[in-house]
């Protein structure tokens, strides 16, 4: 079965400084992986996937990240971090069928100070 | 020309109570889906129909019946609500996979908070 280790439940970093997400995932074929954020009090927004290709994948807001088949990784970065970007991010893994069925991680929330 | 759209989006009732949530996607997908958030922000997949069909089912108690009427809407009804059924529940959507198409991304709406009391 597939599942999505997020070991950061809780990040703080200073506006401006870089930012890494980390995120392991397990599952047995070519995974599908994603990135979203989730504001306060807000659904689900996409940042990144990666399908296949380059394992370096950007997204929106500046956000990129990089799939390493090696170490079963997919973690988020963003060279420079804004005070919008506080919110709880999720890695999440497809597995394909009929349906995509999304298995999410368990959540980092980043803070950003001042 | 919202895509993803739930209704209502804050949810208060009593234990016992039977209340239901609507979702409605403008996107052309069919494939939509629903999922619980927990208190700990833990996302978890309840269920999936593919052009109004059930094709996910996730060890989610039978008080909880999906009901799609057409490919653009998935409702949800849950029976004697539960204290634990304090969650947000959110719908996504996505085009089936075909055509080439290896895996389709969803598109996720804004949730709708329940509250049991």
């Known amino acids: 079965a597939q599942s999505v280790t997020q070991p950061d439940i809780h990040i703080t970093v200073s506006e401006g400084a870089s930012l890494e997400l980390r995120c392991n995932y397990s599952?047995?074929?070519?995974?599908?992986l994603f990135w979203y954020v989730q504001s306060p009090g807000q659904g689900l927004q996409l940042l990144l996937k990666?399908?296949?290709?380059?394992?370096l994948v950007q997204g929106i807001k500046g956000f990129e990240a990089e799939f390493k088949r090696s170490q079963s990784s997919f973690n988020l970065r963003k060279p420079s971090v804004h005070w919008s970007d506080a919110a709880e991010y999720f890695c999440?893994?497809?597995?394909?069928?009929?349906?995509?069925?999304?298995?999410f991680g368990t959540g980092t929330r980043l803070q950003v100070t001042l | 020309d919202t895509a993803v759209s739930q209704t209502p989006k804050y949810l208060v009732t009593q234990m016992g109570n039977d209340k239901s949530i609507k979702c409605e996607q403008n996107?052309?997908?069919?494939?939509m889906y629903w999922y619980k958030q927990d208190s700990k922000k833990f996302l978890k997949i309840m269920f999936s129909y593919n052009n109004k069909e059930l094709i996910i089912n996730e060890t989610v108690p039978n008080r909880f019946s999906p009901k799609s009427p057409d490919k653009a809407h998935l409702n949800l009804h849950i029976n004697s609500l539960e204290l634990g059924d304090s969650a947000v529940y959110f719908c996504?959507?996505?085009?089936?996979?075909?055509?080439?198409?290896?895996?389709?991304?969803?598109?996720f709406g804004p949730g709708t908070r329940l509250t049991v009391l």
């Open positions: 599952y047995g074929a070519t995974p599908y």
């Open positions: 990666y399908f296949s290709g380059d394992t």
């Open positions: 996504a959507s996505s085009q089936s996979i075909g055509g080439g198409a290896s895996y389709n991304e969803q598109f």
């Open positions: 996107l052309g997908h069919d494939t």
């Open positions: 999440a893994v497809g597995k394909t069928g009929t349906a995509s069925k999304l298995t």
